[in-house]
Every structure is written in structure tokens, then in C-alpha cells.
């Protein structure tokens, strides 16, 4: 996956500017890409265990899949943050944010979800994010086990799934950050 979310960056190399509606697409593909790796277990960096993550079960497949983009959601949002962290105005930080949220939204329906679904779904974003930012600054360890938790829809039985996540967390945020912190935030 790291080779991929840099083959990724250095593809989309970004101008030395950025307003936050280019940041927002730019994650928005981003965040679809690092999706589309996971569903389709291209990701040979940090691979899942040999677990059916994705099962035959359509309900179960239906949840792990719609977890898996909140958790690349959040990745990409958290490295957004880091990267911008006192160097950007927090309302310009929040217009880049919300832009990667609403392009995503937008792609959702585009490719089938009932708008009516959105809120639920936002709902279950927002829950999602604080609770894997509560996680992920007390550990990242914590951050993988309540990724999984949702993933599977079960505590996690080892510390295989929980690791490989923490792993995708930091291959996503890690590279990200560094690619973002050559880039200035401007006023559209």
C-alpha cells in the first residue's frame, strides 16, 4: 500500500499551492484509490491477514466495506491535519476537510447510495473519527483493535488484523503528511 499512496503522491505531485477544493478532490481520489486497494487486496505492502475480511455474507460484506472507507477516510483526513498543523488557518484546514467529505458523499450517490442513506452514514463517520482519534492518541495499537472491532463486527481474536491496520494507518498518514507539508494552503 505505501508503494501505492506514493506512486499516488508523486503521480498527483501537487502545485506548491493548494485552495481547499483541490485538496479535498485530491484526497477525495485518494481516499477512493487506498478503498479500492483494500477491497480488491492489491495492497502488498501491508497486507491483511489470511482473514475473510470480506466475506461471502452480504450484510458483513456490506459493513466491512463501508468501515474500511470511514477508517481510509480517516486516515487521509488525519494526515491532512498533521500536515497542515500550524502552518494553515484552521477555517481553511476544515474547508479542505469538509471538500474531501462532500466529494466523497457525492461519489457515493453518484454510484448508488440513496441520499436519504447520507446522514446515517455521517452519523456513523462522526462517531467513528472521534473515536479513532481518542484511539489513535493514546496508541496506536488502540487504533488498529477499534478499526478491526468495526471491520469484523467483533472484538479482534489476535493482533494480527489490529496490527496490519495500524500499519495501513501509518502508510497512509506518514506519507501524506510529508508530501502536504511542501504545500501551501491558500484562500480559493
Known sequence: MLGTIMDDVNEFRAPQTM????????????VWESFSDFVSREDVETPLPDEDTISDDIGSAHRTAEEALIFFMW???RGAQLAFLG????QRIREGLDALH???????V????????????EQRVSARYAEYHQAAAESDGLLGKAVSRHLRG?????????EAIRERAV??????????????????
Open 19 to 30: 485552495t481547499p477544493g483541490e485538496l479535498g478532490d485530491s484526497l477525495a481520489r485518494l
Open 75 to 77: 486516515a487521509h483526513t
Open 87 to 90: 502552518r494553515a488557518p484552521d
Open 102 to 108: 462532500k466529494a466523497v458523499f457525492e461519489d457515493m
Open 110 to 121: 453518484e454510484h448508488g447510495t440513496p441520499e436519504w442513506q447520507l446522514p446515517l452514514f
Open 154 to 162: 467483533e472484538e479482534p481474536k489476535d493482533d494480527a488484523l489490529p
Open 171 to 188: 502508510a497512509v498518514a506518514n506519507p501524506l503528511k510529508d508530501f502536504l507539508e511542501d504545500v501551501e494552503l491558500v484562500e480559493a
